[in-house]
């Protein structure tokens, strides 16, 4: 059974980095497309990033282009939220979660497994 668990998390000022790691267990990570969504407080999940099984694609939210990258390693069953130049809007609840088909990855629905989840405030 494959599972998901994030780390990184934490607080930060704005203008800070922090890299967020998901760590899979189980021999089908390298074949999956995979993604991070975040939750603020009173707000509804929203897609952050995505990439390909192979790496050749991502793909980003608007808000975070140019500032996120979503690195990932096959070998070692992990990929990576890369966060820079971070703002306190981007204080959220980031979760991990596994592609499983669709029309679309900015869609949470068409993801199967999901993280935990880690904890990212930015202060001002």
């Known amino acids: 059974q494959v599972q998901l668990v994030e780390s990184g998390g934490g607080l930060v000022q704005a203008g800070g980095s922090l890299r967020l790691s998901c760590a899979a267990s189980?021999?089908?990570?390298?074949?999956?497309?995979m993604g991070w969504f975040r939750q603020a407080p009173g707000k509804e999940r929203e897609f952050v990033a995505s990439i390909t099984w192979g790496g050749s694609t991502t793909v980003y939210e608007d808000s975070v282009k140019g500032r996120f990258t979503i690195p990932r390693d096959n070998a070692k069953n992990t990929v990576t939220l890369q966060m820079n130049s971070l703002e306190p809007e981007d204080t959220a609840v980031y979760y991990c979660?596994?592609?499983?088909?669709?029309?679309?990855?900015?869609?949470?629905?068409?993801?199967?497994?999901w993280g935990q989840g880690t904890q990212v405030t930015v202060s001002s």
């Open positions: 979660a596994r592609f499983t088909g669709g029309s679309s990855m900015r869609v949470g629905a068409n993801y199967d497994l």
């Open positions: 189980g021999r089908t990570f390298s074949r999956s497309p």
